[in-house]
């Protein structure tokens, strides 16, 4: 449902579902693989590290294991969505730090917000929260699909070298 509510009335928003969770397990960070590329790296999950003794950071640690192994059965499963949309401005930057350069480059580099979302023990779970993506950092046909014109092809150069003799 929240996936849904995500995209409804956008345009320019897609929910794409995840095929596998690639696990950094050194660096407990989670990697989202669609059918269109990858989400890249989430921010390290570091929570286990704050326990007051030995035993808590060790249920801590434990827990997260369990909700990464939960996580990935989930999208053996086709529960998990990586939902992505075009952002038309940048809303993270306040108003005071936005000069008139900081508007120009803004204007010229469009991007997009991504949400994981998955569906775990029969409740919608938000997993991880990408603020600002580059659409260039995206392949050419999930820009496509985001609305996106495709990109021509550069013009081959006519003009052929002569050889060297």
Known sequence: ???????????????????????DGLRMTLNFIHPYGESGDT?????????????ERRKA???????IRTLTEAAKG?????????????????DERRGPARVQADENRPSASAVVLASIENKCVTVSDYKT????????????????????AAPADSSTAAPPS
Do not use: C, H
């Open 133 to 152: 993506i580059p659409l260039d950092s995206l392949s050419e046909e999930l820009r496509v699909l985001l609305g996106e014109k495709p990109r021509e």
């Open 78 to 94: 086709g529960n998990v969505w990586y939902v992505i949309a075009v952002r038309k401005d940048d809303l993270e930057v306040s």
């Open 43 to 55: 921010p390290p999950n570091l929570a286990f590290t704050r326990g007051e003794s030995v035993e």
């Open 61 to 67: 640690l434990n827990e997260a294991k369990l909700k």
């Open 1 to 23: 449902m929240a996936v849904r509510d995500f995209v409804q009335g956008r345009r320019e928003a897609t929910a794409l579902p995840v095929k596998e969770v690639k696990v």
